[in-house]
């Protein structure tokens, strides 16, 4: 197998793999940070699960634009 074909495939598992994660992090309320005084701080994690959210999906997107380009391109 060529190399750029196996990047190809490890790099849209990788990205399925972080849809996963995302999506998991979309499910937590509240994120629970520990600082060094004994205080705890709480965050939403819904503006960075939004930002990898769209960020994976336009990679899934423009690998897909890829791959239909290479399969679908004039043999003449």
């Known amino acids: 197998m060529k190399k750029r074909a196996f990047f ?10 972080s849809l996963y994660f995302i ?4 499910a937590a309320d509240q994120l629970v940070r520990y600082a060094l005084n004994e205080d705890s701080i709480t965050e939403s994690p819904r503006l960075t699960a939004y930002v990898l959210y769209v960020c994976c999906l336009s990679n899934l997107y423009f690998q897909f634009l890829i791959w239909m380009e290479h399969f679908f391109k004039d043999k003449i």
């Open 8 to 17: 190809y495939i490890l790099l849209f598992l990788f990205n399925l793999v």
């Open 23 to 26: 999506m998991k992090l979309f």
